[in-house]
């Protein structure tokens, strides 16, 4: 990425954790993340095209926007990539009534991760289970938050990371949900919003 995109894309990052912490007032304290030089002790970067195809399976995956000031991130268990405007995408939903969505509305990033299997617990039952409103979940759950190149945040723990510049929003209105999930999470006024975001990177875990 051309260093002066990086360098907006990082003020964007700041001024909009100022305008979540302003919004939200006193929140639990949080881990502050280490600095971008720890990712990259912890991370190499591969190639996007060769990358794409394995992102998204069965497993869930942890979602965080915001920056180093103030981030939050929840479990995620839909989610696709493909190719738009020619650029190469990863497309994620969130429902209105998450904490975590006023952090994907306000941040031009967002960074989705995937963990070993011996971390399922902590992300499922603390990430996926627990809101960010009144907990703390990296003390909760021992992972290590960790500052992206691009600003945004993740943690040592994964075994690979993606970094997204959201693109565009779409509402997902409940009538569209198959119907074996329309009567579960289309009933009480909250919907999807579907985050477009281009893919700027992807990492895995370096090799011991």
Request: glycine residues 10%; charged residues 25%.
């Amino acid at each position: 990425m051309r260093t002066w995109t990086k360098t907006i894309m990082i003020a964007a990052l700041a001024f909009s954790g100022i305008f979540l912490h302003g919004a939200e007032g006193s929140l639990p304290a949080r881990q502050k993340p280490l600095p971008a030089a720890e990712f990259y002790k912890h991370f190499e970067q591969v190639p996007i095209d060769k990358d794409m195809g394995a992102l998204f399976g069965d497993r869930v995956y942890l979602g965080t926007a915001g920056n180093a000031a103030n981030y939050n991130t929840l479990t995620l268990g839909w989610g696709a990539t493909g190719i738009l405007w020619s650029r190469p995408v990863a497309i994620v939903y969130i429902r209105e009534n998450r904490f975590s969505y006023r952090y994907f509305e306000e941040s031009p990033v967002y960074v989705l991760s995937w963990y070993p299997a011996q971390y399922r617990k902590e992300v499922y039952k603390i990430f996926g289970g627990k809101s960010g409103r009144d907990t703390d979940k990296e003390k909760l759950s021992g992972f290590t938050p960790v500052e992206t190149p691009d600003g945004g945040v993740t943690y040592l723990q994964a075994e690979k990371v993606v970094i997204c510049r959201k693109l565009m929003r779409q509402p997902v209105p409940s009538e569209f949900l198959p119907k074996e999930l329309h009567s579960r999470l289309g009933q009480d006024g909250f919907i999807h919003i579907q985050y477009t975001g281009e893919v700027l990177s992807v990492w895995k875990k370096k090799q011991p």
